[in-house]
């Protein structure tokens, strides 16, 4: 952490919840590094790795977690209690190991090499590995709590927070169609939708609505650039919105798509006057790509500008998550992203996955890929993160195939999951 940093932590007056997030994160880093060095030493030894996995997957979860509240200097009054709580669960870990470890210290040499059967058929083994079944699952409920009341949190993030992430998720327009599978209905669709003025309604809204990662942006973007979108409008620009929807910022990108050159103004005014210059008397298309905003009167702006400077038959594509945000912005019904077929997930997946395998052992990874392909349930961004694992070999897709990790909600959040893959891989 800069020193920058800390000066700035410091006079908000959260220094010590910063250097307790720190000394967290690395106190379930430290663990996550034990539990796969004593791995086959003591937890297979035991017999414990259907429970420690549990474990492990928890603590890389929560490494995660821990990394981004430090890197977004996410701040609450409640993370202390939090961090403290999980700094005693990870101390617990430890010491389970360290049973382990004197366990058997203990009982060395009693026992032929390799004979964990007969070793833990012995009476006191029994009881022995019973108490510690009893004691990992503790943990676990207590780590399994932890995250639960991670989520329960009123995460105050500070505004410069968002930028980065705004920056990495940034969106343009183009697209090789080649590469995408499928949706060939679903563009079919709305293209007829955008087209076809019946109505004859100066500005109509269409919203593109499905789970984050099921292919919005993809679809808008082979919408945008097909042949007959170009010939019926003109002009149509693409903008990428993000979580901060602010009026004076879409009208300035607008002007920069249609022009060709930067805005060289700065009132929101002047900006809507070179709008309006630019614009006037046209059927243009704008697509806003990834929306969040909720707020109706800040969309009524925007439209209300757009409305006065359009003829008939002008449209707006909006791609969104957002069910309330579609019922807001939408003129049209929104249009749901359904996810996409199984044999296409595959096809993305597979393209990816076994670039540098040789074919005798793509033919052993196959069948393990289409499982993991199965669980995606239809997200192409998972199928596309995961084939991104290239270079991988058959006992890493096991281990990512059987990881809990499918079961949690942070998976279903989104991207992050892939992180974790990424890391339990490394710690194994
Ligand atoms: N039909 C498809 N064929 C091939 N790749 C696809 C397809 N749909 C989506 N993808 C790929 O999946 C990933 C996620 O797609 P996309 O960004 O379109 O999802 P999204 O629904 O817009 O997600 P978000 O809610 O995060 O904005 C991208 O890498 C994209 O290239
Ligand atoms: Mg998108």
Redo the contacts with the bound molecule.
């Keep these: 952490m800069s020193i920058g940093v800390v000066l700035l932590l410091q006079s908000k007056g959260c220094l010590m919840e910063v250097l307790t997030v720190a000394a967290t994160a690395s106190l379930v880093k430290s663990m996550i590094e034990k539990l796969g060095q004593l791995w086959k030493d003591l937890i297979i030894f035991w017999d414990l790795d259907k429970e420690c996995d549990i474990t492990k997957d928890m603590l890389t979860i929560i490494s995660i977690v821990l990394a981004d509240i430090e890197k977004k200097f996410i701040t609450n009054e409640r993370i202390c209690p939090w961090l403290s709580q999980l700094q005693d669960a990870t101390y617990d870990v430890d010491d389970f190991l360290d049973d382990l470890q004197i366990e058997k210290q203990r009982s060395k040499g009693k026992f032929p090499a390799g004979a964990i059967w007969d070793f833990l058929s012995s009476n006191n083994q029994v009881k022995f590995h019973y108490k510690m079944v009893k004691k990992i699952k503790r943990i676990n409920t207590r780590l399994d709590k932890s995250m639960e009341e991670k989520r329960n949190f009123q995460l105050v993030e500070r505004n410069f927070v968002m930028e980065e992430d705004i920056a990495r998720r940034e969106t343009f327009s183009i697209v090789d169609e080649s590469?995408?599978?499928?949706?060939k209905e679903e563009k079919k669709k709305i293209i007829n939708l955008l087209t076809n003025d019946k109505d004859n309604e100066i500005l109509s809204v269409l919203p593109i609505v499905?789970i984050?990662?099921?292919?919005?942006?993809?679809l808008a973007k082979i919408v945008y650039n097909d042949k007959e979108i170009k010939k019926y409008f003109d002009p149509i620009v693409w903008v990428y919105v993000s979580m901060k929807f602010q009026l004076s910022k879409i009208l300035e990108k607008i002007i920069e798509c249609v022009s060709r050159k930067g805005c060289d103004v700065s009132y929101i005014e002047a900006k809507v006057n070179k709008l309006e210059t630019m614009i006037s008397g046209t059927r243009f298309l704008i697509v806003l790509d990834?929306v969040w905003n909720e707020d109706a009167i800040k969309w009524e702006e925007l439209t209300t500008i757009l409305k006065c400077v359009s003829t008939i038959g002008s449209k707006i594509l909006v791609?969104t998550?957002s069910e309330r945000v579609a019922r807001i912005m939408g003129t049209f019904d929104q249009f749901r992203v359904d996810p996409?077929e199984f044999e296409?997930c595959w096809k993305?997946f597979e393209k990816r996955a076994f670039q540098y395998v040789d074919e005798e052992e793509k033919e052993s990874c196959i069948n393990i890929g289409k499982e993991i392909i199965r669980k995606c349930k239809g997200l192409?961004?998972a199928a596309?993160h995961l084939g991104n694992l290239a270079g991988l070999r058959e006992v890493d897709w096991c281990i990512i195939r059987d990881s809990n990790i499918w079961q949690t909600t942070e998976y279903w959040n989104g991207i992050m999951a892939f992180d974790i893959f990424r890391s339990s891989l490394l710690f194994l």
């Design positions: 590469n995408v599978y499928g949706r499905g984050g990662g099921v292919g919005k942006t993809t990834d791609t998550r996409l296409y993305l192409p961004l596309v």
